[in-house]
């Protein structure tokens, strides 16, 4: 479970530059919810996102992650209750390393690393069980170095090193925007199935309203920092995109309405 | 090349094989550019001879040499991770500083080992040539350093370290502490430079403040030759690679400096070791430019 109280993040505070990226988010995610979020560009979906990871400290409010307070913990601190998958493929795995070696470095988050060899034992039997299920016919590529792999090869081999140490809570930020969209549906559905196998809350980020309101069981929309659509349940089973986009336009007029500095602007 | 040249160009190349090794974990693993070898070294040197004049033990007098080598390093990586100093200017500084360190620890300049025991003094009366011994003690520890490391670098911790040079944001999300790996690698890459220069004195029987000059660019030297010979992905094969860059460098400079023809002589050897740093640099990148450019044509 995911509280989240109030939290504010301002970049550059006190430069001609300064962005208030979040203002004021209050929000609880029960266990093994999937929370789709959407957004216009600089709405704070990424900062929200770098928020509950750690990358991104907020400056004021209370993040709690199962119990426990983790606002002042730094990203790999929270590593052990948070897996993530990037945007960009390239950024969630090491190019240079093998595949059964980023397998193991996502498999030890949140434990203590020691001397003992990374892949000893029956390891690599259990990473290339693992991997097979994805049925991308890369268990007979565990030397392979990751760079060779397509961009949903590492997406997909990504969300499986997300599984591998057990934490509860995975964050994808847009992880399917960088790929084609035969390759993005594949990936999403993999996510589907192994959110749904591994019974993990997740929040994922996403600039398409049909991936948002298709997948998950509940969607958020942010703009300008806030929280201004939250819907689930039946009120969302009922939306479509047209829906959400009047309800968007609408929410950012009153969003708007309600902030002296946007009429101003 | 007389018989003693050549196991003269084999030791030395030996005692660098620990500097490219360290060159090799900071530049290559880590992705750090750390010119503090060349403050390194020599301090490894500095210590290992006054503790060997002082009557400590020669391995003892060589663990303390590598341990000031990782204090060293420790130096660099504080301006770099805490104080962020950009890496490069943080080692100059820290190699700078090290200058005066190492006459404050020696004393003076330069320091003669005369009749103190070393490492080597066990193995001289066992009716092996001394030249030949002193090749072979220092392979024996350099292969042992070899094991060791490659066994590191495949371990869990070693993993992240490498993970840390790669990709460090990907490492935080994996919950790799990044800054206290860069702490680790670069400790670990001036110990094995200071154990380098403790080797380096025990061999040649002195050691001297200006012999840290350029260790950072034979060293560089030595990783760049090692990896044209033997391009291996294997980092055991990768550390061997260095051991062989290093020594074939030596016997590259040795030859060159021995053929009269050439006319070098052998105070050009920094002149001759960055020119040929600066091709192999720079001989990727016109290979890399030639196949675009072949591409494009067709």
Known sequence: MIVVEDIHVTFGRGT??????????????????FVTVIGSNGAGKSTFLGSLAGDVLAEQGRIAIDGTDVTRWDTPRRAGLVARVFQDPMAGSCATLTIEENM??????????????????????????????????????????????SGGQRQA????????AGS??????????ALDPATADFVLDLT??????????????????????????????????????????EERAGLDVPHLLALFAKQRGGAEISDDSLLIG | MTEIALFGAIEIGLVYALVAIGVYLSFR???????????????????????????????????????????AGLVTATLNVRFKILHLLASILTMIALFSVNLRVMGRPNVALLMQDTVLTPFYGLGIPDHIVRPLVVGVIVAAVVLLLARFLGSEFGLAMRATGVNARMARAQGVDTDAHVYAGIALSNALTGLAGALFAQTNGFADVTTGIGTIVVGLAAVIVGETVLPARALALAL????????????????????DAIGLQASDLNLVTAVLVAVALILPRLKAKASRSTKAAR
């Open chain 1, 16 to 33: 001609p530059l300064e962005k208030h990226a979040l203002r004021g988010v209050d929000l609880t995610i029960p266990e093994g919810q």
């Open chain 2, 29 to 71: 693993i880590l992705d750090f550019p750390d010119l503090t070898v060349d403050g390194s070294f020599p301090l490894g040197a500095a210590v290992c001879a006054v503790l060997l004049i002082a009557g400590v033990n020669p391995w003892l007098a060589s663990l303390a040499a590598a341990l000031a080598g990782a204090a």
């Open chain 1, 168 to 177: 509860k809570i995975l964050l994808l930020d847009e992880h399917t925007a």
């Open chain 1, 104 to 149: 193991a470095l996502a498999a030890a988050r949140g434990r203590r690393r020691g001397l003992a060899p990374a892949l000893g034992g029956d390891r690599r039997k259990g990473f290339r069980d693992r991997i097979a299920a994805l049925g991308l016919g890369l268990e007979n590529r565990l030397h392979d170095r990751m760079g060779l792999l």
């Open chain 2, 240 to 259: 061997i690679g260095c051991v062989a860059g290093s020594i074939l460098y030596r016997l590259a400079v040795q030859l060159a400096l021995s053929a």
């Open chain 1, 157 to 164: 081999v990504s969300l499986l090193m997300a599984t591998l």
């Open chain 1, 192 to 233: 589907r199935r192994i959110v749904r196998d591994n019974r993990l809350t997740t929040l994922m980020v996403t600039h398409s309203m049909r991936q948002a309101l298709d997948y998950g069981d509940r969607t958020l929309m942010l703009h300008e920092g806030r929280v201004v659509l939250d819907v689930a349940g």
